[in-house]
């Protein structure tokens, strides 16, 4: 790049004045800035999609809106200036804007963990870039220039309206969906060797983990992420087995079972069957009179009630309320806490209670609860219990408690239905974990902080 045009971009960049940079708006200058905004697209792109994606050309389409809005913010910027500034000039300015933004918004994206936090940094990059075309156009007239100014803000609030609604996000790297050939599993001659697998795989990770010992309860964790599909699933099972195992040790005594279409190989799958055979194994391994099962599991849910097991096209079974108290009653596990991040929940509550059982469910037996989609690390839930209020609080029904309350502020801020958060804690287990968790406190135990909680 041209050493004139590269400092002019800078100053312009760092909000100081760039007099010449009508001069170096030249075509191949306007070129390889265009090169360089793609490029950046294209890696930031690439980066988001995860390894499960696949490239596709045709992908490239869907920039048609994106270009077409800049070219005529850079228009309308031009030619409502007064005086009128070179298109070229205008143009250059946004191209070079774009690539921090888009960088920035990537970053904020992938290492921010809390909604406020990453929005209020977002608008203040927004902000800056606002800052800087009035800066320069200010420069080059020498007056501010709302008649440019606030037609262009009309026309990118037009744009994002347009995008949104229409669900306009180009890629090159789409997601494949369920069954789709792009899924590792749709192949007959992946999926049944993959089956087939499981139990070893489970064997192996059995294998792992440590006997219970001592005379106090030790607690195994055993995580389930039912929907390959969507790797919030994954993300929060994983988040689930960090929390638990920094407040209660589990970190040599706890199995995944884990459904993610971008990584096959790292967990056994997670299945109605998977989870019984692993529980059995599990059973081995504990003190059944006083050692305790922390079962997490998330999916989707529906009101039959049931929670979805897919990954692809493998056949797998759902998993309900009756066959998973039959897959804990059967490995003779009596103490166990169950947490169960999925819509609908509350209606898992009656099959699993007991005076040795703690349930606690993200939604009521007839609600949904929210934030499964693809695009985040953690359901709503799960940021609120997992991430938020479990490495904080006393005791599970506090934790519970203050999950609730800031649910329910979500959802009211969000205006959707509330989903009423449920739980049940039997007798017998809250006292065990009042002892638990009051030596846990007697013996200074570090409380975990979640910065680092993320794991996109």
Request: net charge negative; hydrophobic share 50%.
């Amino acid at each position: 790049m041209n050493p004139a045009l590269l400092s002019s971009l800078l100053r312009l960049l760092t909000l100081r004045r760039a007099d010449r940079l009508s001069a170096l708006a030249s075509d191949r200058a306007l070129a390889l800035m265009a090169v360089i905004v793609f490029a950046v697209w294209a890696g930031i792109d690439r980066w988001e999609a995860g390894p499960a994606a696949s490239f596709d050309i045709y992908g490239l389409a869907g920039l048609a809106l994106p270009i077409l809005a800049v070219l005529l913010v850079a228009l309308v910027l031009a030619r409502r200036s007064r005086p009128a500034l070179p298109f070229r000039q205008t143009l250059l300015l946004l191209l070079a804007l774009i690539a921090p933004l888009l960088l920035a918004g990537a970053l904020i994206d992938r290492f921010i963990s809390r909604d406020a936090a990453a929005t209020t940094l977002q608008l203040l990059a927004l902000m800056y870039a606002a800052l800087c075309i009035a800066r320069a156009l200010s420069h080059w007239t020498g007056s501010a220039q709302p008649r440019a100014l606030l037609p262009a803000l009309v026309v990118l609030l037009g744009y994002g309206w347009l995008a949104d609604g229409a669900y306009l996000a180009p890629t090159l790297w789409p997601q494949p969906e369920a069954g789709d050939a792009g899924d590792e599993t749709s192949s007959p001659e992946v999926a049944e060797p993959l089956l087939f697998d499981q139990r070893a795989r489970i064997d192996d990770a059995l294998d792992a983990i440590a006997p219970g010992n001592g005379g106090d309860p030790q607690i195994f964790f055993v995580g389930f992420a039912g929907v390959a599909e969507q790797r919030v699933f994954a993300e929060e099972i994983k988040l689930a087995a960090r929390v638990i195992g920094r407040r209660y040790g589990t970190a040599s005594r706890q199995l995944l079972l884990i459904n993610d279409r971008r990584d096959l190989d790292t967990y056994p799958l997670a299945s109605l069957s998977a989870l019984t055979y692993a529980l059995d194994g599990l059973a081995d391994k504990m003190n059944l009179d006083r050692d305790i099962l922390f079962l997490a599991l998330s999916s989707h849910g529906s009101a039959d009630p049931e929670l979805a097991v897919s990954n692809g096209v493998l056949p797998l079974e759902p998993v309900t309320g009756e066959n998973l108290a039959a897959a804990l009653r059967d490995s003779g596990i009596r103490w166990r806490v169950v947490v169960i991040s999925a819509c609908y929940g509350g209606a898992f509550i009656d099959a699993l209670k007991d005076d040795h059982t703690i349930v606690i469910a993200a939604a009521e037996a007839d609600r949904s609860s929210f934030g499964c989609s693809d695009d985040r690390d953690f359901t709503y839930f799960g940021e609120a219990f997992y991430r938020d209020s479990l490495p904080q609080a006393d005791s599970l029904r506090q934790a519970f408690g203050l999950a609730s309350v800031e649910i329910s502020r979500r959802e009211l801020q969000e205006h959707i239905t509330p989903s009423r958060p449920q739980a049940f804690f039997g007798s017998e287990i809250e006292r065990v974990f009042a002892r638990l968790d009051a030596a846990r406190a007697d013996a200074g135990t570090p409380v975990y902080t979640t910065r680092n909680a993320r794991t996109r």
